[in-house]
């Protein structure tokens, strides 16, 4: 039968496979039993022709010697609604094209590449089904290359680094790229296109980062297990999707959604999801007021949280995250997560009776998980520690892993590879069997996943505002929107006032703290800053942060150019009103809003810019607060300072 089979298989193939739109078109050739892909839009080049393959272990490569079984064409056209997010309904329309190949010589494997072709896209993944003589395999390596451009420009962070993902963006050629870089990695090619490499629905595997090989094309490079293995799966098994997202304009990027549609929806009821805006404790100890080890400073104490909440209370606050309740953080606490207790409240923070005032005064408790990486010593605790909280009423927890590796099986581990994606993942669907929300620190990046599991409300995965103090420059969060949140939404901890403050100065003015609430969306929202400082300093500004939503009905792009400025709409979830942020880099910038995207009546604008004098070294707390009359048909230059930007709210008028 086989034998019959394999005279039908056909060596030599091309196929194009276009957008909806007709202006992508992904070009597919089969071409000596060796298969190859490119990407064009409007016949301008994106990917020049580019190999695909695997090379498992013990075993020749698949890319070579491959005939054509056959191949399946189907056009789906759908919305979808969010549970949270920058849109409630996602447009999900695309081309697909299943390409079912087989060896047409020994050991003769089976071999499918899936691709959907959007009208800003594309997304492909490898896919195993059992094999006659094996139903597991080593993966040593892919052979997926993206043969861009040498000569675009890239956004990339360094790759296997200590510090994972929290490093600043840099911009340099193709050509110059000399070591792996973390993804998304954003492209703007010689003929004006934009384009961002990335990754969807990463699943027990390693991640994907993207390299330089030796004839000078980009490809990807897997993130190892300490054996040098890049996964081990059984079959049948899907391989996450390898992304390509395309805009002819950098602000295009940011309303791209694949890495979304290419997830799979949630099969469980996720109703009681709700994002959360949040006070915390943990600025008062990174500016030194507080600490997170026991002793006279101690943050978290029972005193401390009940202080807290009512504050959280008076300020309309509806969550407070607790930092260093239990025992681990006296003495090196880098090395304490070896044997960190998840179950033990420190001596002077009783959680029992926090958790009743919290509860009494309607406000939702974060509870904390520090694991510096000690993944044994945590997944040994795990399912206990999520019973001791939903025992206590908190259904939000914020873990970390802010150790430089894992410790996995006794084993030191990259967070990126295969076994430390399969804890973030275990977290994850536990946390779901609880009813908890995950906002993680030190993460996985984002690969669209919280479309299935919507309880990830937010994760941080780049440099944040702990950077602040000399870390961080103006042009980091003019990048993030065309990078890093091209991934999903992060944790910022934005809305810091105290920004003089010598411990931790800022590289910000207060209009742009609040911009912050906008441009960087999140699904858990923390106002970072203490509420004495929110009370004292400017309790006018801080109703921006009050009304605010996280949560949004739709998110339109204004303007951007990366690295330069971001601006952006959006509507509140359910709601009428809407919100404008925009901020700019170490340069001053003016830009002209018009009103269009609002529906048709009338609203009032209350708007918090930089005032001229405003700089972010010299004044930051310059800011003028004003309202005015807006229409549809109304237009409005707005002013940012160096390292400054805006926040406007629409309200709607009935």
């Known amino acids: 039968m086989f034998n019959f089979f394999k005279r039908r298989l056909k060596m030599e193939y091309e196929k194009k496979v276009s957008s909806p739109d007709s202006r992508l078109v992904l070009h597919v050739i089969l071409k000596s039993g060796h298969l190859e892909y490119s990407l064009s839009r409007d016949s301008k080049p994106i990917i020049k022709t580019s190999t695909i393959g695997l090379k498992l272990k013990d075993q020749p490569k698949i890319s070579d010697h491959l005939g054509i079984v056959r191949g399946i064409e189907k056009s789906i056209s759908e919305t979808w609604e969010t549970v949270w997010g920058e849109d409630r309904e996602v447009d999900n329309t695309y081309n697909e094209f299943a390409l079912y190949l087989s060896e047409t010589k020994e050991p003769n494997r089976l071999f499918t590449v899936r691709f959907r072709v959007f009208n800003d896209g594309i997304g492909f993944r490898y896919e195993l089904p059992p094999q006659p003589s094996f139903t597991r395999v080593e993966v040593e390596d892919e052979m997926t290359e993206f043969n861009i451009d040498l000569n675009a420009y890239c956004w990339k962070i360094p790759a296997f680094q200590p510090d994972r993902y929290e490093y600043n963006y840099e911009k340099s ?8 870089v973390h993804t998304p990695a954003t492209f703007e090619l ?12 990463l699943y027990n595997y390693g991640e994907m980062t993207l390299e330089l090989d030796e004839w000078r094309a980009l490809k990807s ?8 293995i890049k996964a081990r799966v059984e079959l049948p098994f899907n391989f996450p999707w390898r992304v390509i997202m395309v805009s002819e304009t950098a602000l295009g990027l940011t309303k791209n959604r694949i890495t979304l549609n ?14 959360l805006k949040f006070l915390g404790i943990w600025w008062a100890m990174y500016v030194g007021e507080w600490t997170w080890a026991s002793g006279d400073r101690h943050g978290a104490t029972t005193e401390h949280a009940f202080e807290y909440i009512d504050s959280c209370k008076k300020l309309g606050i509806d969550g407070l995250l607790l930092e260093g309740w239990n025992d681990g953080w006296d003495g090196d606490w880098l090395e304490n997560g070896k044997t960190t207790n998840f179950l033990r409240p420190m001596p002077d923070c009783d959680m029992s009776k926090i958790s009743a005032y919290a509860r009494q005064n309607s406000v939702s408790l974060i509870g904390h998980h520090e694991t510096v990486g000690f993944v044994d010593n945590y997944e040994s605790q795990l399912e206990n520690a999520y019973k001791y909280y939903a025992s206590l009423g908190i259904n939000y927890i914020k873990p970390g892993y802010a150790g430089s590796m894992m410790t996995i099986q006794g084993k030191r581990e990259y967070h990126h590879s295969q076994l430390g994606v399969l804890h973030y993942q275990k977290s994850l669907e536990l946390a779901a069997k609880y009813h908890i929300c995950l906002d993680v620190h ?26 602040e103090g000399g870390a961080l420059n103006p042009s980091h969060a003019c990048i993030l929107p065309f990078t890093r949140l091209l991934a999903g939404g992060m944790d910022y901890t934005p809305g810091i006032f105290d920004i003089k403050n010598n411990v931790k100065r800022l590289s910000s003015t207060l209009a742009r703290q609040l911009a912050y609430f906008v441009t960087i969306p999140s699904g858990m929202q923390m106002a970072a800053d203490r509420p004495k400082i929110y009370e004292e300093l400017n309790p006018s500004a801080f109703r921006f942060i009050q009304e605010v ?5 739709i998110s339109v792009p204004l303007f951007g150019k990366i690295g330069e400025y971001y601006v952006v709409a959006r509507q509140g979830r359910g709601k009428k009103d809407w919100f404008v942020g925009g901020v700019t880099n170490d340069s001053a910038h003016s830009v002209k809003i018009t009103f269009s995207f609002l529906p048709e009546g009338n609203y009032v604008a209350e708007i918090y810019r930089d005032d001229e004098t405003a700089h972010f070294r010299d004044n930051p707390l310059a800011i003028k607060i004003e309202s005015r ?25 009935s």
């Open 262 to 275: 290419l997830n799979d929806p949630p099969a469980e009821d996720f109703s009681w999801v709700k994002p």
């Open 629 to 653: 009359s807006i229409t549809p048909a109304d237009s409005l230059e707005i002013f940012m300072a160096p390292g400054g930007g805006f926040a406007i709210t629409l309200r709607k008028q």
């Open 221 to 228: 490079n897997i993130t190892p297990l300490s054996d040098g």
């Open 549 to 553: 939503p996280v949560n949004w009905e």
């Open 442 to 467: 030190e993460p996985i990046k984002g690969t669209g996943i919280e479309r299935t599991f919507p309880n990830l409300l937010t994760r941080e995965g780049a440099r944040g505002q702990e950077y």
């Open 173 to 180: 050629p193709v050509f110059e790229i000399n070591s792996p």
């Open 190 to 201: 010689s003929n004006g296109l934009f384009a961002s490499i990335h990754e969807a629905a």
